[in-house]
């Protein structure tokens, strides 16, 4: 650690260091105020302290850094596994057609383009194939369209489009994923690969058609599917057909017609342009690598539209999609994406036996007793779900409220809660369309909710109204109305206003149970702001100083007595106080008596 930089604009409360200290990993260095919330900043490694910059009491800024200090103390390709029955050995006499069409089939695998798979390898990539070998159960995908090559038979010869456009640069077919955790027939999915080793991973009319053969299955038959988006969208080069524009293609609608109908996944290594990202665009979820880019326009459409000049690395690179909201989840290669679709795909095809349950008594131990003091409710989350279940989704975006997958006695549930991190809680127009589709998420597949409310209400002020703020947090409360699928919620602290309404399910009544923990608090609006506005006149009545701070501190204590836990449960408008401990249990027997409800015709989930 040579620096430690403020995460956000603040006011210092307390140095816990000086120079010359010299401190280990973890230990807290500084205590920061802002929105009435303190933070604590510690070190990410063992180191000297050699110079505060700041005194206590000035307020700092996102960036700045508080202290300067001194520190004490290309893997190998993936292997490939073809995915087609070419792979079966030959028998002895083979008769000539069996032999042609198995000479045939093999000229669409990856051992018949050494060339092309050495220069993706050397990228660091796997080759389509490979990633859907990883993906699907072993021998259980059977592909679809293997034998298409490129419409490009008035401008090239046979041998040269066998030879160098295999399947037509989409690799499209059925397999099943999960299947010894789920059974054959709920882990049954439709799988389509872009292949960036031809032509580009470009959209040629053949692969369109393939692509629109397999939507249409899945569709009929409810299958969820993964798309492996990588390409450089439309193809100009595919002559055969007799078109202008090719502005008729059903793809794009046929795929925009699974949202809500069955789960749709979209994964990203490499460049992601055009069609290609459109499609994308389409899926319920986004799982790309850091090598990913992402973008409406390539270079060459950005250039054509007089835009300037930038390389592919330049157009929405991954730390920018993932911090628009743009990505799901973000990992680091494409074995890792490989990894999180199974798991994603895993909470729609029902529950587990034998899961894992964690150290509930951790939930005691969440909530600070300091009620001012900020804290990660990442750890309540941890604490309820089965172990290692917990999959959160779009972490880079709308970070006053996290989202997430997970089970709990191992049935899938949505899982969602306020982040005190950020703006106390407060809960912004980001945050609001973070839940509002998440929201969308579990009800068209079918996941109860579960939600973990420490909010101070929806952010307020003039630049938060300038961002739309009344129509976007609005949003939690049209799409909650809508929700078949069983809500609970857990308030863990604060429970203030519109904004605890809304990750109520609209109000504290709208869920199958609303709990509290003995550290919660309620009202109409935040406390301290209700005691100043409440009692204005009280206050001015009284010489501004000490004797006015002690009559504030007086009336707060008492409207946070009035506003507890055991208040609240008193008059009924919330259903019970428990244990923090118990609050799994709780949710395991309201689990099991949920019901999920039909689902209404016509429903979507917003790509937004």
């Not at 993936?78 to 032999?99: C, E, F, I, K, W």
């Not at 300037?308 to 920018?320: D, L, N, Q, R, T």
């Not at 975006?397 to 005190?420: C, D, E, K, S, Y």
């Not at 109409?524 to 100043?532: D, H, K, S, T, Y």
Request: net charge negative; with cysteine.
């Amino acid at each position: 650690m040579n620096s430690l930089r403020s995460p956000l604009a603040a006011q210092i409360v307390q140095w816990l260091v000086a120079p010359g200290d010299r401190v280990r990993q973890g230990d807290v260095l500084v205590v920061l105020e802002a929105m009435k919330m303190e933070h604590e900043l510690r070190a990410d490694a063992p180191a000297r302290v050699l110079e505060l910059l700041f005194a206590e009491g000035e307020v700092v800024q996102a960036g700045d850094i508080l202290l300067r200090a001194e520190a004490v103390h290309d893997p190998a390709p993936p292997g490939a596994r073809d995915t087609s029955v070419a792979d079966v050995p030959q028998a002895a006499g083979v008769r000539p057609d069996l032999q042609r069409l198995q000479t045939r089939l093999g000229r669409t695998l990856d051992r018949a383009r050494p060339e092309a798979v050495a220069r993706r390898h050397a990228l660091g990539l796997r080759t389509a194939r490979e990633n859907i070998a990883d993906l699907c159960d072993e021998g259980s995908f059977i592909e679809y369209g293997a034998l298409a090559v490129a419409a490009q038979r008035s401008r090239r010869s046979e041998e040269d489009l066998i030879a160098h456009t295999p399947a037509d640069g989409m690799v499209t077919g059925i397999g099943s994923i999960n299947a010894a955790q789920h059974g054959a027939e709920r882990s049954r999915a439709a799988v389509l690969a872009y292949d960036a080793t031809v032509l580009a991973g470009t959209q040629g009319m053949r692969n369109h058609q393939k692509t629109d053969r397999l939507l249409g299955i899945a569709l009929s038959q409810r299958l969820p599917v993964v798309l492996f988006a990588e390409g450089g969208g439309g193809r100009p080069g595919d002559t055969d057909m007799p078109i202008v524009a090719g502005l008729h293609v059903g793809t794009f609608g046929a795929f925009a017609r699974l949202s809500g109908q069955v789960a749709v996944v979209g994964v990203v290594s490499g460049r992601c342009f055009a069609g290609n990202a459109a499609l994308l665009g389409c899926c319920d979820v986004v799982i790309a690598t850091r090598g990913s880019n992402i973008g409406m326009g390539g270079p060459a459409m950005v250039e054509g539209g007089g835009l300037g000049v930038f390389k592919p690395e330049e157009i929405g690179p991954s730390a920018v999609q993932h911090a628009n909201g743009v990505i799901d989840v973000l990992v680091e290669d494409e074995a890792g994406a490989v990894a999180v679709a199974r798991q994603y795909l895993s909470f729609f095809q029902g529950p587990v036996d034998d899961a894992p349950a964690p150290d509930v008594l951790a939930l005691r131990e969440v909530v600070p007793e300091n009620r001012l003091r900020v804290y990660d409710t990442r750890a309540a989350m941890d604490a309820l779900v089965d172990v290692s279940s917990l999959l959160p989704l779009r972490t880079g975006f709308g970070a006053g409220i996290h989202t997430a997958l997970a089970r709990i006695g191992g049935r899938p549930v949505g899982l969602m809660a306020n982040n005190p991190l950020h703006l106390g809680g407060a809960i912004d127009a980001d945050a609001a369309d973070k839940a509002a589709r998440f929201l969308q998420l579990c009800n068209a597949h079918g996941l109860p909710i579960v939600s973990l409310v420490d909010t101070p209400g929806f952010m307020v002020g003039p630049d938060t109204e300038a961002r739309a703020q009344v129509r976007h947090v609005s949003r939690l409360f049209v799409v909650a109305a809508d929700l078949r699928v069983p809500f609970f919620s857990v308030v863990l602290r604060k429970g203030y206003g519109l904004g605890a309404m809304g990750m109520t399910a609209g109000g504290f009544h709208a869920p199958a149970f609303t709990v509290a923990w003995p550290t919660a608090e309620f009202g109409a609006m935040g406390l301290e702001g209700a005691v100043r506005l409440g009692y204005r006149k009280e206050l001015e009545a009284v010489p501004e100083g000490s004797q006015r701070d002690a009559l504030f501190e007086r009336l707060l204590a008492q409207q946070v007595t009035n506003g507890s836990a055991e208040q609240m449960a008193t008059t009924l408008e919330i259903d019970a106080v428990i244990d923090p401990a118990h609050t799994r249990d709780w949710l395991l027997k309201g689990l099991a008596g949920a019901k999920v409800s039909e689902p209404r015709p016509g429903r979507f989930i917003d790509t937004w």
